[in-house]
């Protein structure tokens, strides 16, 4: 029998539902019986002895003072695309400090590489996308070719980094966002 493992989850509130929100909803409401979600919302700071490990997703409504407590227990960050926003010193000491981080692509760990002191604790793990309904379309069609980018599109998307893979890769790009 495994002990039950109590995670801070710190993820900030927004008003709108996007792909981050939603894959972080998918890891909470699948976390396996052993492990305990204890929300740490911004502004309100858990007792550290309730918490066995943090789980970082989107912070950027995060303050500094939130370091005092991530550095009593080990910390899982999930790089996110708002990445830009918040509080950079505690976006560099989740850099530096975090026992490991997680990107949703090896494109996005390599925009990242060159902050990163320690390469051996990061991890890519793809954003959970229900991909049935694209694939009964490919079975569906007579015609394919070329590669598809199906998601939001702006410059904090990552949009240049598409556009600079298919023109390096000479590869045809279908863009749906």
Known sequence: MVDKIRVGW??????VVG????????LINNAPDNVEIVLCPANKRPKTEDIDVFVIQNCVT???????ELSMKPVIK?????????SPTLRR??????????FSSFMQYTQFSYHIQNSRKFRVIPVPIQLDDFRLA????????????????????GMHSVIDWALKNKEPLNVVG
């Open 93 to 102: 000491w989740l850099l530096d400090n975090s026992e490991v981080l997680i």
């Open 10 to 15: 710190c993820e900030h509130s927004v008003s």
């Open 138 to 157: 490919a079975k569906n069609s007579t015609e394919r070719h070329g590669t598809i980018f199906a998601g939001r599109t702006d410059t904090f998307k």
């Open 78 to 86: 999930q790089i996110r695309d708002p990445w830009y926003a918040g």
């Open 62 to 68: 995060y303050k500094k003072q939130w370091i005092e």
């Open 19 to 26: 792909g981050a929100e939603m894959s972080t909803q998918a």
